[in-house]
C-alpha cells in the first residue's frame, strides 16, 4: 500500500508552520493573530483604564502574551531579522498600552522601566537554554 503524498508548501506541526523556504512568514503571522486575540480577551486587565498595578499587568504580559510570541522561538530564532522585529513591535506595542506611555517616550526606556527584556534576547536566553537540555539529556547522541 504505497503512496505518494502530496507536496504541500507549508505545514503545520506541533503549533509551528514550516513553510518550503523556512522563511517562517506564516508562522510570525499566524502568532501575531494568536497574540492579538488573546490581547483582546485580557485587555481588560491590562489596558490603559485596568484597576491592576502595574507590576500585575507586567506579570501577566510576561506569563500570558509572551509565551504566545515566543512559542518555538530557539527554531524560528534563525528567520529574517524583520520577521523578528514584527514579534519585537507586537510586544512594544502592548507594553505602550499597558503603560498608557506618550508617543514621546522611547520603547527602551519603557523596557528598562518595566525590567522586561526585548524578545531578541529572550530568545536567545531561551535558545541557550533549549540547546543546553539538549547536550546535557541522557538519551542525546
Known amino acids: 500500500m504505497e503512496e505518494d503524498l502530496p507536496w504541500e508548501n507549508q505545514v503545520k506541526y506541533l503549533g509551528l508552520i514550516l513553510d518550503s523556504k523556512l522563511s517562517f ?6 502568532n501575531s493573530d494568536k497574540f492579538w486575540n488573546k490581547v483582546h480577551m485580557i ?18 504580559c510576561k506569563q500570558i ?10 527554531i524560528w530564532c534563525i528567520t529574517a531579522k524583520t520577521h523578528r522585529r514584527k ?11 499597558m503603560t498608557n ?16 527584556e526585548l524578545i531578541e534576547d529572550h530568545v536567545k536566553t531561551l535558545s541557550r537554554k533549549f540547546f543546553s537540555q539538549l547536550q546535557d539529556h541522557k538519551n542525546s547522541y
Not at 512568514?25 to 499566524?30: D, E, I, T, W
Not at 485587555?43 to 498595578?53: N, V
Not at 514579534?87 to 498600552?97: A, E, P, V
Not at 506611555?101 to 518595566?114: C, E, G, S, T, Y
Request: proline share 8%; aromatic share 6%; glycine share 2%.
Open 25 to 30: 512568514r506564516q508562522h510570525s503571522k499566524y
Open 43 to 60: 485587555i481588560p486587565l491590562i489596558g490603559r483604564h485596568s484597576p491592576l498595578s502595574l507590576n500585575n499587568k507586567v506579570l501577566s
Open 65 to 74: 502574551l509572551r509565551p504566545i510570541l515566543t512559542y518555538s522561538a530557539p
Open 87 to 97: 514579534i519585537q513591535i507586537l510586544q512594544n506595542k502592548i507594553l505602550r498600552i
Open 101 to 116: 506611555a506618550p508617543w514621546f517616550v522611547r520603547n527602551d526606556v519603557i523596557h528598562k522601566d518595566l525590567k522586561i
